[in-house]
């Protein structure tokens, strides 16, 4: 595999068809509120299928372990996601001016 | 991002299903009357299941032709369920209500013996795939880790 040097930020920008500042806060946002989305989907579809089995509905067992699984890792992946994005927040507040 | 998970979840699901068809062989272990044909009962046949790869679907072919790779697999699914063919056991039994003039009785084609086996199959595979999860599960948790 050939491996290339990393770009300078400028061209990455130019790559992602980001101008300016706001656009990108913008895209991020929109992408925040995807993944978010994502996330609630999956809870609901993980209690969906919990309410399923308990009214008796014939459903696998090993269905409602996965749904809650993937609900769970797609919760730990935001919780991640938001941790760094506090962690960037709290450095610049602690910056000196 | 799930699809491992997701070839697993195909996976245990067959794994049930064979389970079921074990069950309804070992209940039936002695069943003289599984179905009326012509007026004469005829025994319990084995039942079989058929495992067949998960077709890949549309968007698997175009990946595949667009990037020139072959795909990861989608999974196992239960193809059919099948009779077995081997003949019923004659058991001379006499005494029994549907024993024919000379004193024998038509049994089921199942062995208990080989049901246990399947039975050890099906419960090992379906432990292996759950072990295939967790690792899969493992691989992510390990992966919201990097940088911590």
Known sequence: ?97 | MFHGLNTTATALTSQRLRMDVISSNMANVDTTRGKLVDGEWVPYTRKQVVLQQKDPGFSSFLNIAMNNSSSPGQGVKVGKIVKDDTPFDMVYDPEHADANEDGYVAMPNVDPLREMVDLMSATRSYEANVTVFNASKGMMMKALEIGK
């Open chain 1, 1 to 97: 595999m050939e491996i290339t040097g990393v770009s300078s930020l400028n061209s990455v920008l130019k790559q992602m068809d980001i101008s300016t500042p706001a656009e990108a806060q913008g895209k991020f946002s929109t992408f925040l509120k995807d993944s978010i989305n994502k996330v609630n989907n999956a809870q609901i579809e993980s209690d969906k299928v919990t309410e399923k089995m308990i009214n008796g509905e014939n459903v696998d067992l090993h269905t409602v372990m996965i749904t809650s699984q993937k609900a769970s890792i797609l919760l730990d992946t935001t919780i991640q996601v938001r941790n760094k994005a506090v962690e960037a927040y709290q450095e610049i507040m602690r910056m000196q001016v």
